[in-house]
């Protein structure tokens, strides 16, 4: 696998600042779907809350330098969040990582597992996280990168 595949299945950062500093350009955000939905039973058990709970679902595309990098699938409880980072999160194209920064909550993130398969995008490295706020799940996050937007990077 490629090395910056490696390290995007491992760490437990900003998968933008990755993808910024590989390409030397700004990361930007297109939103391809975004509602308000129940939870689940299962999408309640990963965000630990109630079935029926209101969850932000959100699915984006990451792109930089002209190059779609990842796709990324997110559950957010919304009885977590706060009036301001709800509204940037649901109104505008922007990383979950810079909402995080701009609110300054503190966060860990915890890498539940990852995978090869192929989907819409083609070959592609998965994985599934959880970003931690206070002890709780704040967003569960599922991204595939797929192997093609890195078969023309080269290192300098």
């Not at 595949?5 to 990361?27: F, K, M, N, Q, Y």
């Not at 709970?53 to 595309?61: H, I, L």
């Not at 990451?62 to 709800?86: H, N």
């Not at 505008?92 to 989907?119: F, H, M």
Request: charged share 30%.
């Amino acid at each position: 696998m490629n090395p910056i595949l490696r390290i995007l299945e491992r760490t437990d950062g900003s998968v933008t600042s990755i993808i910024e500093a590989l390409t030397g350009e700004r990361a930007k955000i297109k939103t391809i779907e975004q509602k308000v939905i129940g939870a689940s039973p299962e999408i309640a058990e990963k965000l630990n809350i109630n079935e029926g709970d209101e969850v932000n679902f959100r699915v984006v595309d990451i792109f930089s330098a002209g190059i779609r990098f990842a796709r990324a699938v997110s559950y957010t409880p919304l009885k977590r969040l706060d009036e301001s980072f709800k509204r940037d999160l649901m109104s505008a194209d922007i990383p979950v990582g810079k909402i995080i920064r701009k609110y300054k909550l503190e966060v860990r993130r915890e890498i539940n597992w990852s995978c090869i398969k192929e989907n819409e995008l083609g070959k592609c490295l998965v994985r599934n996280y959880s970003i931690i706020h206070r002890g709780e799940v704040l967003i569960n996050i599922t991204e595939s990168f797929p192997f093609s937007a890195f078969d023309g990077l080269r290192w300098e």
